[in-house]
């Protein structure tokens, strides 16, 4: 096995709680013509970079983007697969509003927008203009990243409680709470940062999904147990390479073909390790006909 580390850097600077990040770096795995990914997202991984390749040269047990490459080593690569996709906004209020429009354009059947980056009512308007600028079956995926108190949360979603929304992505600070803001106000939450730490889903029998990003989880096993929930699986990425969101293209289809997957975080990276890239058409994210790495800018680990 052969182990690169590399840098990508974004086209434009991404807000993700409170932290902006220029770029992502991470460690490809080759092994008998098979490739995977290693990358820990700082700020949600629990892991570092040094960390994994600590991992890889017997020094500590794998953490979970290892594990997640590791095992993706023992599939094969599947050329041409496809997985429905949810469109993804990010970015300023007024850069959202204005690419609401191109998620007609797409054909997915869900979109998925940040919130709790703003302020509060700024964010309930932004909510209800690309509520209004989506056709009506397109599903619209909110996503707060544990940015609020429990009141806020009350606040937000009675402010929304005519709009229809499908989910909202982990809206408190203490997710233990977020069964009590079901029961009070009704919203559907989904689990996602949660699923990192926790031991069980019994704090959150109502969770209306999960949202399993392998390299914060870990391999086939972790998605193997979230499966055994019978809850519905929405795949997502954080941020990988193409290399990695062929992998999670991979488990999704498997566990979760008919639901759109939140994989549309290529988009925001200046480049890609893959010489023919994945392609979004109707909806539809595709694997490439020919699976072919660029090595020219990675970095050889020493194993």
């Known amino acids: 096995m052969r182990a690169f580390r590399f840098r990508i850097p974004f086209k434009a600077p991404v807000l993700l709680k409170g932290r902006s990040y220029t770029g992502r770096q991470g460690v490809l795995l080759e092994s008998k013509g098979q490739w995977s990914e290693a990358s820990p997202l700082p700020g949600f991984s629990s892991e570092t970079i040094d960390e994994v390749v600590a991992a890889l040269r017997g020094k500590q047990k794998p953490p979970a983007s290892l594990n997640f490459a590791l095992s993706a080593l023992d599939e094969p690569f599947i050329e ?167 992998r999670i293209i991979q488990l999704a289809a498997e566990f979760s073909p008919n639901i759109p997957a939140g994989l549309d975080t290529l988009a925001w990276l200046a480049d890609d390790l893959l010489l023919e890239s994945l392609q979004k058409k109707d909806g539809l994210l595709t694997t490439p006909r020919h699976i072919e790495v660029n090595q020219v800018e990675l970095e050889e680990v020493l194993l």
Not at 120 to 125: A, T, V
Not at 153 to 179: G, K
Not at 201 to 214: G, R, T, V
Request: with cysteine.
């Open 80 to 246: 041409s697969l496809s997985v429905p996709y949810n469109f993804l906004l990010l970015g300023a209020a007024k850069q959202i509003a204005e690419r609401a429009v191109e998620c007609q354009l797409s054909n997915c059947r869900a979109v998925k927008i940040k919130v709790g980056q703003d302020s509060l009512e700024g964010d309930i308007e932004l909510v209800k203009e690309v509520r209004e600028a989506l056709p009506e079956n397109m599903e619209l995926r909110l996503d707060a990243n544990q940015a609020w108190g429990f009141e806020e949360a009350v606040s937000f979603v009675e402010s929304l409680e005519d709009l229809d929304f499908q989910y909202i992505e982990e809206p408190l600070r203490d997710p233990l709470r977020m069964e009590e803001l079901h029961r009070l106000t009704g919203v559907k939450y989904a689990l996602d940062e949660s699923l990192v730490d926790a031991n069980s889903l019994d704090p959150w029998p109502s969770a209306a999904a999960l949202i399993c990003k392998p390299s914060l989880l870990g391999g086939r096993q972790a998605v193997e147990e979230l499966a055994r929930s019978g809850k519905p699986i929405v795949f997502s990425a954080a941020f990988e390479s193409g290399v990695g969101i062929m």
